[in-house]
């Protein structure tokens, strides 16, 4: 059974930087779409970051374009997301995600919910202003 487990949240003041860490277990990266989404209090869970399926470059949500970085580290089973000039509405819980091996959702990138099977339990970033 593959498990993903998210660490490195935490609060910081705007302008500041956190990485938070995905460690996949049970699995590895072969063959499965991996990603990071955010949910803040009241919205929808959204796409921050992914890989291309079948090119390994990366997508971001425009709302971390140019501040975030997604990448990972094979022989550590790691995915991580480093996340620059945080601002207090990048406010959120951070998942981590993966799909199921070989799933083939037609797309190289995955930025929908319903295209991810496994979940992190999430990881709490607070940004203040």
């Known amino acids: 059974q593959v498990q993903l487990v998210e660490s490195g949240g935490g609060l910081v003041q705007a302008g500041g930087s956190l990485r938070l860490s995905c460690a996949i277990s049970g699995g590895t990266f072969s063959n499965r779409a991996m990603g990071w989404f955010r949910q803040a209090p009241g919205k929808e869970r959204e796409f921050a970051a992914t890989f291309g399926i079948s090119d390994g470059n990366t997508a971001y949500a425009d709302s971390v374009k140019g501040r975030f970085t997604i990448s990972r580290d094979n022989a550590r089973n790691t995915v991580y997301l480093q996340m620059n000039s945080l601002k207090p509405e990048d406010t959120a819980v951070y998942y981590c995600?993966?799909?199921?091996?070989?799933?083939?959702?037609?797309?190289?990138?995955?930025?929908?919910?319903?295209?991810?099977?496994?979940w992190g339990q999430g990881t709490q970033v607070t940004v203040s202003s």
């Open positions: 995600a993966a799909s199921r091996p070989r799933y083939n959702s037609g797309r190289n990138y995955y930025t929908r919910t319903m295209e991810y099977y496994y």
